[in-house]
């Protein structure tokens, strides 16, 4: 066993999740934030599930498997699944800190985990990062050259305990003010890879990126400094390169995917089931301050899928995204960059623009917290948002109004990544008829229309969903089986709880035996059995264990569990495991059969083989005797092929019988 804080060498990135996972106590894990109960003698413990609302313990917690369930919500899996779903996280960042807190060094990034960049460099970047926050926040609290700052803060209603809260800080002016600081400790180097100093173009040395600024840290999930947002001292020189300013993007640092103050908004944001999206981060800390706290801000972007994706962690069944867009021309020109993304995606959400050019915390001051809650309850959608600003742009009276909404309406649905050809679509189209007063045989003229612009914003569509499928690659490279992820929910549920057809259930069955006698592989994959799998998800989760299986780590059902990421996909394997379990599967596979074919087999394995060829026989029959059907229409074209065809039918269906005769099944 080893101890905490010792050095690990481990291979493999495979080989440190199983580590992480087998040190890691689950039950220590769980019983951190609620209370869990013994059972069965401690042979099992339970607690309130988290993840519904529960009131009697429903989740059922399995020290020996070291996984957890519930039998009411059907949530599962194990000590990955539950950090991440619990607190939001991705794997990776969920890997780093479970293996934290048992006392485990991260080793480098495998590839397409976090590029090239090596944990090594990460991890300094993070530190130099921790650093830089300590001495401007230290700066802006006591440095005398700190005063216009203050007086600055408190003159816009920022209190000194929220300056403590924020880790405000303060950059006093000089351009190498941070080298200086940073002299014996990091090298200027060093601090250009966090993205805090930057080379002189003309001659040598480096300066400071943040100059004459009030400093805000921003934070990853997991509440680590990953970069700054800096803003100018009004009528300061360096105000010319605007008044707001983030860090570049660097190892840890990528606005598309970072929501100013997530990790704070976190626990509100599980509880109240909805997030409130504001535009900025001194927006989202005034809001903190007045002790709205589900609030996070983009960071000069719009709401991007990698946001959502972030935020879709949490979705629970009612949770709904609520934006504010400041009520000026820049929050109405965000607002509607947004709304192609926003009408893509599958979350409640609403789009809130604040009136009179007001921004969240000059609303709250004038309005009070009741009318913005009021404002934030009647808010559109994004759909219902595009056509209260068209109605406002042209009115409804004339035909021209009419025609000039329609267009602007199709026009947003052509560049709405992945809505083509969806039932959703379709519930649009109609709305949008309903309310024109069109016939419902006009929607064909729509229609029209909507494909002619979408072949003509072919090009607009095409970069908007590049952005989408950028990033399902992504996640794809970190969940290494996952669909495209959106499904993937799902598809899981309804493997596991849906009546199943036949072949599914036989290829599922194969799932079941490997994960049980894990050594059955060997007979699968000798015979090609695995290629006879239709089912996508089966057929990727086999694909998984036959390559554990050809690196010799293939050990059933544990080694499956530590290699898959994605919550879903555990708590699929979880389902399977639980099938199997309660099948019995381990006892019918103890009685073995001598196959000329399958050779030392067990004979449920053997059967469950036979049927499945038996049905990719029974399919190539049906679709063979549709080939023939529709040649026989032609008699005068009857070919070798045909006649071939019709022969196979023929030995089929004498198969058939006495299959029938034979078998019991
Ligand atoms: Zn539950």
Known sequence: MRGAGDIVQLDSWGEFKEEVRAQTSLVALISESRTVIPKNGGRQFVALCPFHDDHNPSMTIDPSRNTYKCWSCGEGGDCFSYVMKMEGLGFRETLEMLAERIGLEVPKSPQGQGGSQSGYQRQTVLEMLVWAAGVYHKTLLNDPAAEPAREYLLDRGFSEETWLDFEMGFHPGPWQWLC?????????????????????????????????????????????????????????????????????????FSKSRTLYAFDRAKDAMRTLKRVIV?????????????????????????????????????????????????????????????????LAQDIELKLLELPEGMDPPEFLEQHGLQEFQNLLQQAPDAWEFKYEHLVKTFGT????????????????????????????????????????????????ALRKQLSKLRAKGAQLAYS??????????????????????????????????????????????LLEIIFMMPECI?????????????????????????????????????SVMAEVEDPDLKRYVLGIHDSASQKRIS?????????????????????????????????????????????????????????KKLQDAALFHQQRVTRKTASPQ
Not at 209 to 232: E, H, K, V, W, Y
Not at 424 to 443: A, F, K, V
Not at 485 to 495: A, G, P, T
Not at 531 to 541: A, G
């Open 278 to 342: 504001v535009e900025g981060y001194t927006d989202c800390i005034a809001l903190h301050q007045l002790g709205i706290v589900n609030v996070v801000a983009t960071l000069g972007t719009a709401l991007t899928a990698e946001h959502v994706a972030l935020i879709k962690r949490f979705k629970t069944d009612d949770f709904e995204v609520q934006l504010v867009f400041d009520g000026d021309q820049a929050g109405q020109d965000a607002a509607n960059k947004a709304l192609p993304q926003l």
């Open 397 to 444: 009276e004339s035909a021209n109004a009419k025609e000039n909404i329609i267009t602007g309406m199709l026009e947003l649905l052509a560049v709405a990544p992945g809505i083509q050809g969806t039932n959703r679509e379709n519930i649009l189209l109609n709305t949008l008829c309903n309310r024109m007063g069109l016939r419902p045989q006009q929607e064909g």
């Open 587 to 643: 006892e019918k596979l103890t009685e073995t059969v001598e196959d000329p074919r399958l050779d030392v087999c067990p004979a449920y394995l053997k059967n469950v083989i036979e049927q499945l060829e038996w049905e990719q026989k029974e399919s190539q029959h049906r679709n063979s005797t549709q080939f023939a059907e529709a040649q026989s229409k032609t008699p005068a074209t009857i070919n070798e092929k045909m006649q």
């Open 180 to 252: 200086d600081q940073a002299r014996g400790r990091f090298t200027p180097e060093q601090l250009e890879t966090a993205r805090l100093v930057t080379k002189r173009e003309q001659g040598q040395g480096y300066f400071d990126i943040f100059r004459n600024r009030i400093l805000f840290p921003i934070s990853n999930d997991r509440g680590q400094t990953i970069a700054f947002g800096g803003r100018a001292m009004p009528g300061s020189e360096d105000a010319k390169f605007g008044k707001y300013q983030n860090s570049k993007e660097s190892p840890v």
């Open 522 to 558: 060997t007979i699968i994959t000798s015979n090609s059995v695995q290629h006879l799998i239709q089912n996508r998800l089966i057929r990727k989760m086999f694909d998984l264990c036959e390559n554990l299986y050809q690196q010799k780590q293939f050990t059933g059902v544990d």
């Open 464 to 509: 908007s969903s590049q952005t989408l499928q950028a990033h399902e690659f992504e996640q794809q490279e970190t969940n290494q089986v996952t669909d495209s992820s959106e499904n993937q929910q799902e598809i899981v549920d309804q493997l596991l709880n849906s009546t199943l057809d036949h072949a599914t259930v036989l290829e599922q069955d």
